[in-house]
DNA sequence: CCTACCGATCGGTAGG
DNA sequence: CCTACCGATCGGTAGG
């Protein structure tokens, strides 16, 4: 038995890499097993020695990706106690981790699709801990009532951010700051007086 | 020259209904012009009697699914003239549009990928009709200050909407009058109070 | 990681 | 609309 060495386990991942934006950007399906061996600079047959099958190469792209962007999520977070501030801080993280480039491993938010029952399971155990901390921030902020009550909130909320990706251009003219701002205050109803009514 | 017959055209909207089906559910890539012969009852190459190609069928049924939509949509709204009723009936008929099934030709949200740049200018074509009674019913309550100011409120809106096609379940015990309320509060404020502060 | 290759499947067509 | 078929391409592998 071996481990792998380090140019090894570098050349692994700059196949995930590309395979990654390959995905992200023509859809599963629609990227060959050729277009990946390309774009990393090797011959049609070289991507296997370091993956199984194309989608264990999906499967991996999605969970690392999502692990990178919670990392991006916990990193921004930290010392952030109001609420408020930090379901901003969770949405301006979020539209990044979609949106900005220079992610190399980009949110996969559409093609799970294409994997079978158990690499969904894999998947799924991902997300969930991507979701729980929004769910913690979004409860608060009901309890607080700068949110109204309801089951999907937090649903609703990961469409709306989600969504742009099909819709942002960078050279829009409009920055992710001024964007996740405006998502914001779409949700949050102005904070109550401090001092009760009569 | 010779106009189809009834029975040819009824068999083309047989093939566009399944094919339309099956790229909602499968995408187009992972959808093959087999499956949607063996749908219609056909032999594999017999949807192409109908259709050129199944780019084509993709791009009518996208085009079929929306004007479908919209016709709905005029209908919910006739007579309606309240600014939020009329955003609560656009919310609630579209969720319909996606989510109810009975939809013959359901809208096909992230497949125009598939298209090249002429049938992509077609669909476009008919989604801005789509969308403008949504940015009329938008520029009203933001008049009214029941939503905040913002450029892209109808695409966080639509976002929202369009992703309960990811984890809607019919037997999820949540019906779509209840969503589409849900949804329309959390987007709303409260309406001013009639008489203006002193 | 490359060379050389395989079996399967795909979109699409000719001819009737 | 079916039969019969084609050329291209695909994911994946054996052997080195």
Redesign the pocket.
């Known amino acids: 038995m071996s481990l792998p060495s380090n140019a090894e386990a570098n050349?692994?991942d700059e196949?995930l890499r590309v395979a990654a934006q390959l995905f992200a950007r023509k859809g599963f399906h629609a990227?060959?097993?050729?277009d990946i061996?390309e774009a990393a600079?090797?011959?049609?047959?070289?991507p296997?020695?370091?993956f199984?099958?194309?989608?264990e190469m999906l499967k991996t792209a999605i969970i690392e990706g999502v692990a990178a962007g919670q990392l991006r999520i916990e990193a921004a977070l930290a010392g952030c106690i109001d609420p408020e501030q930090r379901l901003r801080t969770l949405i301006r993280t979020h539209l990044g981790n979609l949106l900005e480039s220079g992610c190399d491993v980009p949110l996969l938010l559409y093609e799970w699709q294409a994997l079978d029952a158990s690499e969904r399971t894999e998947v799924a155990c991902a997300t969930d801990r991507y979701q729980q901390v929004w769910q913690d921030t979004l409860d608060q902020l009901v309890a607080a009532r700068r949110i109204p009550q309801g089951h999907a909130t937090r649903l609703w909320l990961f469409g709306m951010l989600n969504w742009s990706s099909q819709w942002y251009r960078p050279d829009g003219g409009c920055s992710l700051d001024q964007l996740a701002n405006e998502a914001a205050d779409l949700l949050l109803r102005p904070s109550a007086a401090p001092s009760p009514p009569p």
Do not use: I
Request: hydrophobic share 20%; no cysteine; net charge positive.
């Open positions: 050349r692994r196949v990227t060959t097993t050729r061996a600079g090797m011959r049609s047959g070289s296997f020695y370091h199984r099958s194309k989608q």
